[in-house]
């Protein structure tokens, strides 16, 4: 009874054994031959086999946030992969960088960059924000005209614009600052100076003073920004204006171009006499004055603020300083 027990164990333990080795034997072989694979899906639709999961979709990940390229702020993609685990044989053929390349062709990426605008229009862009002020507050220093309508923008965009240095930014944008009202009031008194120190062209004729006890209210030279042709002198309206030297009245009567009540006096030689703004014109044209004549009564006509002589005094065509001549 026991012996015919222990054949019974016996040949159970070696049926195991063999079993346990056949086991082992075909985990072997599909150890050795096969191994796990993913199927590749995009869109429903088979790819092909990659070989690491983990490692293409990491990468696709990376490209996804835009860490792939420089500039690019993120990637929109229409259909990103689906895996499916198989076995294969070793052999069998894998395409992780073929399937990453259409994940990438089939994506759309938006690059992110800087634009510097002036009054809301973009003028050039730059990589980073961080150029982009650094070239705004260069502007600022060297005080460009156009510091008041800069801004940076952010921009996203499926093209990546053409990207400035902050040097080659801050030389397209710099822009001189152009004269200001103040800054003419300084040059007007500069450039009277000048005028007052210039000598012009020698006339042999002695002026006068075209109104009794002159008081200049406004220089020969440059004045807010305009060229002053003339030497202003303030009387009340009605006063008498006098002919600075002998001549023939060449012009009496309306000038549109801002002289208002105007009189000119030809003294021979292209020398002229001009006296604007009048209220009153004393004298017609052909008429020989001399010197001390009356020929109008001052006023404040045409482009003028307040009452006043302004007299000229002009060498063919061209005005000198009247206080060179007086
Ligand atoms: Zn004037």
Known sequence: MIRKGLIALRASVKFISVFILAALLIIGVIIFL???????????????????????????????????????AFVQVDNLPTYQLCMLKKDIVTNDDEIYSMVKESGTAYYKYYAIAVNNEEQLYVSSFQEAQQAVDELKAKNSSNVAGLSIAVKYSEELGELKQTE?????????????????????????????????????IAFRYPVASPRISSRFGTRWGRQHAGLDLAVPTGTDVYASAAGTVTFAGWNSGGYGYLVIISHG??????????????????????????????????????????????????????ELYL
Do not use: W
Request: glycine share 10%.
């Open 269 to 322: 030689n292209g020398v002229q006499t001009y006296y604007a703004h009048n209220s009153k014109i004393m004298c017609s044209v052909g008429q020989t004055v001399s010197a001390g004549d009356l020929v109008a009564k001052a006023g404040n006509t045409g482009r003028s603020y307040g009452s006043h002589c302004h007299f000229e005094i002009r060498v063919n065509g061209k005005a000198y300083n009247p």
């Open 168 to 204: 080659e930014a801050v030389a397209a944008l710099y822009n001189k600052k152009k004269v200001t009202s103040k800054a003419v009031i300084s040059s007007t008194n500069t450039s009277v100076a000048n005028a007052r120190s210039k000598t012009g062209p020698s006339i042999p």
């Open 34 to 72: 096969y191994k796990p694979i993913y199927e590749v899906y995009i869109g429903g639709e088979f790819v092909g086999y990659s070989e690491d999961k983990q490692k293409l979709q990491q990468k696709i990940n990376d490209y996804l946030d835009g860490d792939e390229e420089e500039h690019i």
